[in-house]
């Protein structure tokens, strides 16, 4: 039984789960209750075997996410803002969670919401989206992930440029750093978006699963640790039945059907 959210939707479609950042009024900006719905519906998606995938997005066609709710912001001292910080993090909830995770980002993808982007695995983009980190302007610096995911997506440089500035991108930039993996059209965004979905939710779970664990090691460890791991998670594959499947199906020439055992 799904839970009820307040600043959240959360849509099943077959494999693929739709997490929908709710508050258009206020650009789907994350305030706290935002951030504590978040981890909840990931739990909620974590332990729900017929998800494969989840997708996150924001309600309706201006924004993503714009950012924090920065009316929060006002008056917290440092260890208010610690204090908050220091809780469970949204950021990585997203990019421990062991499924993977889309976002579909249909406009303003700006501070918090592009670090919730950050924390994704793929990201999609409509070519009306804008990006960045514009937290310098504000007088603070990115505190969700920022400087760490940005830097390892697209590398020192680019990083330091978009941080340091504040500048906002538009999506064909941000294709061209690598900050997003394909820019669409707006009316094509849910279409590609649910594409790349399904195909990942027709795979296999567990190898899915696995495969995920490997590429974000790559990003954070060095090449030696990284094969190493590699190696003990492809021989894990050899411990499920989906690998036996998927041999047989290949064998006998057929599409295989996977049970995440």
């Not at 505190?143 to 991108?169: C, D, F």
């Amino acid at each position: 039984m799904s839970q009820s959210y307040e600043t959240l939707l959360l849509e099943r479609r077959d494999r693929v789960a739709i997490v929908t950042i709710n508050r258009p009024d206020k650009r789907n900006a994350l305030n706290i209750k935002t951030r504590e719905e978040g981890a909840a519906v990931l739990d909620e998606l974590r332990d729900d075997e017929s998800i494969h995938v989840v997708v996150i997005t924001g309600a309706g066609d201006k924004a993503f996410i714009a950012g924090a709710d920065i009316g929060e912001f006002a008056g917290r001292t440092a260890l208010m803002q610690r204090d908050v910080m220091v809780q469970r993090s949204l950021f990585n909830a997203i990019d421990t969670f062991p499924k993977p995770v889309i976002a579909m980002i249909n406009g303003y993808c700006l501070g918090g919401g592009c670090e919730v982007a950050l924390a994704c695995d793929i990201r999609i983009a409509s070519e009306n989206a804008s990006l960045g980190q514009p937290e310098i302007n504000l007088g603070i610096i990115p505190g969700g992930g920022g400087t760490q995911r940005l830097t390892r997506l697209v590398g020192e440089g680019k990083a330091m440029e978009l941080i340091l500035s504040g500048q906002i991108i538009d999506a064909k930039t941000a294709l061209e750093i690598g900050l997003v993996n394909h820019v669409v059209p707006f009316a094509e965004l849910e279409t590609k978006t649910m594409q790349i979905a399904n195909t990942i939710a027709e795979k296999g779970p567990i190898a899915v699963r696995l495969a995920k664990e490997a590429v974000k090691i790559a990003a954070r460890t060095n090449l030696d640790e990284g094969l190493r791991r590699e190696v003990d998670l492809f021989a894990l594959c050899f411990a499920t039945e989906d690998k036996d499947e998927g041999v047989k199906a290949f064998l006998e020439k057929r599409k295989p059907v996977f049970k995440g055992r």
